[in-house]
């Protein structure tokens, strides 16, 4: 006796196109996952008063970057980690050599190069010498003598006879500044690795339908 068995329809074809909706909707899954990201992370940056170009620092890739695939993944990031990661922290930041951290007044102007100004480079750029000025309650303070121009900011003194002629705070000296936690990233990618089953389960179901 021979016996001949067909299984209609074709098992093998049927696994062969479930996977493959998998693919799809693992893939456009995590797509969303870190274009949501994404945005939830920019969204804090700009909502933190950090501005529009920290922000858009924040950038994602998915991976494979063409093609679906059950391993899919997304990768989200700055490109400015340091400054990024500092508001995410709030670290202790201390100076490098043990002394005093200068955080410019707004008589010391900004710095050409761009970032807070030091008080070797307001020297060189003014011409004028910083005097040190030790306090015992408060920062002690870097001043130097010269003349407040409209902006605010020290500048040489002309004057012969001394007329505008003041002694400004161009740095306070403290020995270490506690960076306030302004954002919050870890709550947002915990978010969206918990949207991640959800988002499958959606995508594969329109798959479906």
Known sequence: MKL??????????????????GERAVSAAMREAGTGLKSDWRGQITGAGLGRRLANSIRNQNFPRSGE???AAALVWSKAPVIVGAHDTGPLIRSNDGFWLAIPTPAAGKSRKGGRITPLEWERRTGLRLRFVYRRTGPSLLVSEGRLNTKGQAVVSRSKTGRGRVTAPIFLLVPQVKLPKRLDLARDTARALDSVPGLIVANWVEERL
């Open 4 to 21: 001949k068995l067909d299984i209609d329809p074709d098992i093998v074809a049927m696994m062969a196109a479930e996977v493959a909706a």
């Open 69 to 71: 695939s059950l391993d």
